[in-house]
């Protein structure tokens, strides 16, 4: 049985980590193959944007699997590159991944999601990075994600005290942007996911990478940044699409160059 499956629909990709029985929890096993997965869906030009979700209605993914991958990490300790980290310690994925959470997203299940762009949430999903309850703290950029999306003051009480939130205040917080019934949470991903894919995929990418590059810069060099970006689409074919589809009261037509 694969422990990721990978679905690829038009242009977007569905990701579901597939290991429902133990809540999706992460083994060596699994996240070496998320990591193939994401790379595929980098390198494919024909994909747009993907949706990480979990199988089965109980989680999303409820962090490490204790009984394997913990014994592991201590085994390889001052090895870091023994466990591949993938898309929670690449920063440099730029087409746009979306999170659907079904139930428990605990530990590196939230740090799989804070990696993504976008994070819908089912109304039974909780959050938590309950790392210190197991005298670890998150190593997959857990402290740094969440200090960065929501208020300083709850991510320390989370982070300090393991504590878990449920939907409704992930909602509230920032940490989510929206909170639907179970039953609609994959097709409000697509519809996410359909949305993204409509506007110019360059553009997409550019804005992307001003966001998560120029979070790391001070505000003058960020604008640089975003500058370059800007001047390199003025040149794209999809920029001249979409001036001439606005024209001409169209839908554009991009095709990523």
Do not use: H
Not at 55 to 62: K, L
Not at 73 to 94: N, Q
Not at 160 to 186: H, M, Q, W
Not at 211 to 237: C, H, I, N, R, Y
Request: charged share 25%; proline share 4%; aromatic share 6%.
């Amino acid at each position: 049985m694969s422990l990721v499956k990978y679905e690829k629909r038009d242009r977007i990709a569905v990701i579901t980590l597939n290991r429902p029985r133990v809540l999706n929890a992460i083994n060596l096993a699994l996240m070496e193959e998320l990591n193939r997965v994401v790379v595929d869906f980098q390198n494919d030009d024909g994909l747009l944007v993907a949706i990480v979700t979990g199988a089965g209605e109980r989680a999303f993914c409820a962090g490490a699997d204790i009984k394997t991958l913990l014994p592991y990490l201590k085994t390889t300790r001052g090895r870091p590159w023994a466990f591949p980290g993938g898309m929670t310690r690449d920063t440099r994925i730029w087409k746009p991944l979306v999170a659907a959470i079904n139930g428990f997203c605990l530990g590196g299940g939230l740090e799989i999601a804070l990696a993504c762009d976008l994070r819908i949430a089912a109304e039974n999903a909780s959050f938590g990075l309950t790392d210190v309850n197991l005298g670890l703290i998150p190593g997959q950029g857990g402290i740094q994600r969440l200090m960065r999306i929501i208020p300083r003051t709850v991510a320390a009480d989370m982070i300090l005290t393991g504590r878990s939130i449920d939907a409704t205040e992930a909602y509230r917080l920032g940490l989510v942007n929206r909170v639907v019934p179970l039953c609609e949470l994959l097709v409000a991903a697509e519809e996410y996911a359909r949305t993204i894919c409509n506007a110019a995929p360059l553009a997409v990418w550019a804005a992307k990478e001003a966001m998560v590059s120029g979070a790391d810069m001070t505000l003058a060099q960020a604008m640089e940044l975003e500058l370059k970006l800007f001047d390199f689409l003025l040149g794209t074919e999809d920029f001249n699409e979409g001036i001439t589809a606005f024209t001409e009261k169209r839908a554009p037509v991009f095709r990523g160059r």
